[in-house]
């Protein structure tokens, strides 16, 4: 069965540190990964995915297939990145997502 | 252009009452997916809709949950004699294809009392 852990509920880190969201899967086979981030009363929407290999507001993330995780850092967090995040996978083709727990990532002043 | 629409925002059901939950995805948009957000919980698949069909529906709790997209648009999520264990927020998705971004809408909060 496919899976996605995200082991940090919350995360709280000041402006201009790094940041580092961890995501891990277990999937047999080649999965796409994704990063969605939901802002406060706001829907949820894709902020990146692997095979696009961009860097999005400033956030990247590269898929390491030997260790399964897919995290998501940013060298210089920023207050409006507070927000939910959730790491996602698809089997490819018709697949629905499976989403991880999320984490709610907090840029204090 | 407009982008996915849900309907009602919020929903509070008396259990065992049933409940439809309306999705527009975007024009043009074949596949369509939902799922269910527990609180506290990332969202979870329930099915999906290429067109008018149900290709998926694997992730559907129980037979008292039923989806439909009769003319390949709009979708409705039914569910029959809701239960506590039902409420959640329920989110609709579309994209143009299978393997493209999903768009998702705002969300349908149910709570059954």
């Known amino acids: 069965a496919q899976r996605v852990t995200q082991p940090e509920k919350l995360l709280s880190v000041f402006k201009g540190a790094p940041v580092e969201l961890k995501c891990n899967y277990s999937y047999s086979g080649s999965p796409e990964l994704f990063w969605y981030v939901q802002y406060s009363r706001q829907r949820l929407q894709l902020l990146l995915r692997?095979?696009s290999r961009e860097s999005i507001k400033g956030f990247t993330a590269d898929l390491n297939k030997g260790e399964t995780s897919f995290h998501l850092k940013k060298p210089f967090a920023q207050e409006e990145d507070s927000a939910m995040y959730y790491c996602a996978l698809s089997g490819g083709g018709a697949d629905g997502l499976t989403f991880g727990k999320g984490t709610h990532l907090i840029i204090q002043p | 252009g407009a982008g996915v629409s849900q309907s009602p925002r919020y929903k509070v059901a008396k259990r065992g009452q049933d409940v439809a939950l309306r999705c527009d995805p975007i024009s043009g948009h074949v596949s369509l997916f939902w799922y269910q957000q527990a609180l506290g919980q990332g969202p979870e698949f329930l099915t999906y809709f290429q067109n008018e069909a149900q290709l998926d529906k694997s992730g559907l709790p129980s037979d008292r949950f039923f989806a439909e997209r009769p003319e390949g648009s709009v979708s409705t999520l039914k569910i029959q004699r809701t239960q506590q264990e039902d409420s959640a927020v329920y989110l609709c998705?579309?994209?143009?294809?299978?393997?493209?971004?999903?768009?998702f809408g705002p969300g349908t909060r149910l709570t059954v009392t």
């Open positions: 998705a579309s994209s143009l294809g299978t393997v493209n971004e999903q768009y």
């Open positions: 692997h095979i």
